[in-house]
């Protein structure tokens, strides 16, 4: 894992204060490669082969080199079907080489080749080209701006704002799709006027004159039929032996690797296959009891102690914790949000940034259950887009079975709905209220989720959800110097899922349901079988309520009201009248207060290394 940084050119100081924008990304080491043409450098956090795996890496055949960031799962494989092939290696086993010699060996079709979470850049000297290139799924970030002439990308934004010549202006269509619409990372666009991300699954090119040219490889099939033609166990049993070995190849590291553990059926799942790995001397090169690393809230109505505890039970692990309080966030909320570089659609990540900041010291490698709730329809609007599947390809009395079996998770969810939606009741504040414009051409947002489950399910993984919860997971873990790795997010697992009948998502009343039998004996059954979900988050409206003068000093601030965004009179007003009972999303105070600090810190000041 490691943060790289580059440019069309020669600027020896630029990239210097790049890396060190971003030295929390690898305190390892670094490296760089300065030339006429490109400029290529990285800051390293040495995870595989950590005495040869040093970057950039340089091929002697072709000239070419390389700056790399993230791992590569399928590396002992490739590195022999290359060798088999006439290439030549130098490293004992550095992923790293291995993506340089697959560039060689098949040009830009090599990131088909490669299974695993990747961002790297490759300077191309017969070409005279920079080819960058981006995982299936986006788990690790890429970021550019590309001008004429002039070419430059990072593995994080502070980085690219190092150039004095690149923007800082907020891109205001994408502000407020965030504050209406609550979107975000749903596209190339970042908060940044002319600031772009390579999307998941693509690659470019980038000639010496900063020209680009960007293509997608990899677009997964999404099955839209609603019932299975196999028997339930076949399924089960199909998934259960993918997991089993995707979360093999994720606990590959030669240092040590732990597991964050909400309590939730996902982070359950993962430890309880880590354990089993390494008590059968699996070949992780992962060795001694596993560490697990959890938020707990003492008191709270959130605190998930009781499932946290069966699985550490479960597993014998090396519990470690930590305690989050609406103090501690509020004195370090401007450092997170530096961090966050954009905002968040809501305070929750500072839950994972809290248990990445008690893992630093303990382990370098951390995996996580993200990713299965989108995979898996783990939430519950997804219910109603599963009577829709059913409704539309005439499965009634599979709609009425789920009706009746999930009435107890499902009755809450209609009354709220319905309540929405009643006429002639209290009428709830709305962003608009607030807002002292929403020009159409920026506030237009069409949303309409499919009525097919697989293809809603598909939408959110690639462009709704997940991609901004990779962005938070990211930036949380790289802040404390810890590789996350996301094992539902295996592309192989991910096509593998895509490819379930809908009712292997959601039957017989439960949700995510071929995971849960794929589970059965090999996790704690009060935790495969829970009904409830929460996870990783805080007591957002608790926390908002508790420090709502601190909140309000913000929100009448000069600055605030100076931007033109907000009326600064009415959004007082709106959140007194919320503090005071009124209904409405308590969370469209948190995107207004997260957009001002980060307004004040990314916009309003120079973005320098802390």
């Not at 082969?49 to 799962?73: H, K, M």
């Not at 002992?76 to 079907?81: P, T, Y």
């Not at 965004?565 to 207060?593: H, M, N, Q, T, Y």
Request: aromatic share 12%; glycine share 8%; with cysteine.
């Amino acid at each position: 894992m490691c943060g790289i940084a580059g440019f069309t050119g020669r600027d020896p100081e630029l990239l210097e204060a790049m890396l060190a924008s971003i030295e929390h990304r690898g305190p390892d080491s670094w490296g760089a490669e300065v030339g006429q043409e490109f400029t290529v450098g990285m800051r390293r956090l040495s995870i595989i082969d950590i005495e040869g795996g040093e970057q950039p890496i340089r091929s002697e055949q072709t000239g070419a080199c390389i700056v790399f960031n993230g791992e590569l799962y399928n590396n002992a494989e490739l590195r022999g079907e290359l060798a088999r092939a006439g290439r030549c290696f130098v490293s004992d086993h550095s992923d790293t080489e291995t993506v340089l010699r697959a560039y060689e060996e098949w040009g830009a079709s090599c990131v088909t080749h490669l299974t695993g979470m990747f961002a790297f850049a490759i300077v191309d000297r017969r070409t005279h080209e920079l080819y960058l290139a981006r995982d299936r799924l986006g788990i690790k970030p890429l970021y550019y701006h590309a001008a004429p002439g002039r070419f430059c990308f990072a593995s994080e934004l502070k980085a690219l704002f190092q150039d004095p010549r690149i923007s800082r202006a907020p891109d205001m269509g994408v502000l407020y799709q965030f504050l209406l619409h609550r979107v975000h990372d749903a596209g190339e666009e970042t908060f940044f006027q002319g600031v772009k991300r390579l999307l998941p699954g693509h690659f470019m090119t980038v000639s010496v004159d900063g020209r680009t040219a960007v293509s997608k490889y990899w677009a997964p099939e999404v099955n839209p039929e609603f019932s299975s033609s196999r028997p339930d166990a076949e399924y089960a049993g199909g998934f259960g032996e993918l997991f089993e070995r995707v979360i093999r190849r994720h606990m590959i590291a030669d240092v040590p690797v732990g597991v964050s553990l909400s309590g939730g059926l996902d982070s359950s799942g993962v430890s309880s296959v880590m354990a089993s790995l390494m008590g059968s001397g699996a070949d992780t090169h992962t060795e001694g009891s596993l560490h697990t690393f959890s938020a707990l809230y003492p008191g709270q109505s959130i605190d998930e102690s009781k499932y946290v505890h069966s699985v550490e039970r479960h597993v014998k692990s090396v519990p470690h914790y930590a305690y989050p309080t609406v103090d501690e966030f509020w004195d370090e909320i401007a450092e997170w949000v530096w961090y966050q570089e954009e905002p968040t659609i809501s305070s929750a990540p500072y839950a994972y940034y809290s248990v990445y900041r008690i893992a630093k010291g303990q382990v370098k490698v951390i995996l996580s259950g993200n990713g299965g709730d989108e995979l898996l329809a783990g939430y519950l609007p997804y219910f109603r887009t599963y009577l829709s599947s059913a409704m539309d390809q005439r499965h009634f009395l599979a709609a009425v079975r789920e009706v009746v079996l999930g009435r107890d998770l499902y009755t809450k969810f209609a009354r709220e709905l319905a309540a929405r939606h009643r006429p002639g009741g209290p009428r709830q504040f709305s962003m608009p209220d607030f807002l002292t414009a929403t020009p159409a051409d920026l506030a237009e947002f069409d949303y309409r989720p499919s009525r097919n489950l697989n293809v809603r399910l598909a939408d959110d993984v690639l462009r709704y959800s997940t991609p901004n919860l990779l962005r938070y997971e990211d930036k949380n873990s790289m802040a404390f110097s810890i590789e996350s790795r996301v094992p539902f997010l295996d592309h192989e697992l991910v096509e593998f899922i895509f490819q379930l009948p809908i009712d292997q998502k959601i039957k017989m009343g439960w949700n995510r349901y071929v995971y849960r039998q794929a589970m059965k004996g090999k996790m704690p059954e009060a935790n495969r079988t829970r009904r409830s979900k929460i996870g990783f988050t805080n007591p957002e409206t608790a926390w908002t309520r508790e420090r709502a003068p601190l909140i309000r000093d913000v929100f009448s601030s000069s600055t605030l009201s100076s931007r033109g965004i907000f009326d600064s009179g009415r959004l007082l007003e709106e959140f007194d009248a919320w503090l005071g009972g009124k209904p409405g999303d308590g969370l469209a105070f948190w995107r207004v207060l997260v957009t001002e600090l980060w307004l004040r810190r990314y916009v309003d000041s120079p973005v320098t290394v802390r």
